[in-house]
Structure formats: C-alpha cells, structure tokens
C-alpha cells in the first residue's frame, strides 16, 4: 500500500492542461474532481494514520476514490 496522495494530474498527467480546463468551465466535472479530491484527502489520512479508520471504512474509501477516478477518466476520453 502506498502513502503518497493519488492527484488527478498525477493519476492523468497527460490531462493535467484538460483537467483545469474542465475545472474551470464544466460544473459536472469540477464536482468530480472535488468529491475526488476530498475522498483522495481521506484515504491518505487513513493510510498514514493521521485519522485512522477501521480497515473496511479504509477499502471503501479506496474503492469510492476508483470509481470516481474511472468516471474522471471516462470524462477525459470524450
């Protein structure tokens, strides 16, 4: 299990000029990569025992943070 927070440019780094494009001019997208950013926040505070969490809430952090991070990426390929 890695520690280092997962950012959206550094899980899109080809993307990272489209993703502050649609952050600034699609509202759909901006609410994404907020509630994305926020689940990110939590998992990494999880994992390095800032805020620890019982193991189950720690997985479904992570597997919330995948299915966001799939819709972000589904949003970048169209």
Do not use: C, W
């Not at 899980?11 to 600034?24: D, M, T, V, Y």
């Not at 509202?27 to 926020?38: D, N, R």
């Not at 939590?42 to 919330?64: F, I, M, S, W, Y």
């Amino acid at each position: 299990m890695s520690h280092t927070p997962h950012e959206l440019h550094e899980e899109f780094p080809g993307h990272a000029a489209r993703i502050s494009e649609l952050k600034q001019h699609d509202a759909h997208f901006a609410k994404l990569a907020e509630q994305y950013h926020e689940l990110n926040r939590q998992v990494h505070t999880a994992e390095t025992n800032v805020a620890p969490v019982a193991g189950l809430t720690e997985v479904e952090l992570r597997k919330k943070r995948a299915a966001l991070k799939d819709e972000i990426a589904a949003y970048l390929r169209d």
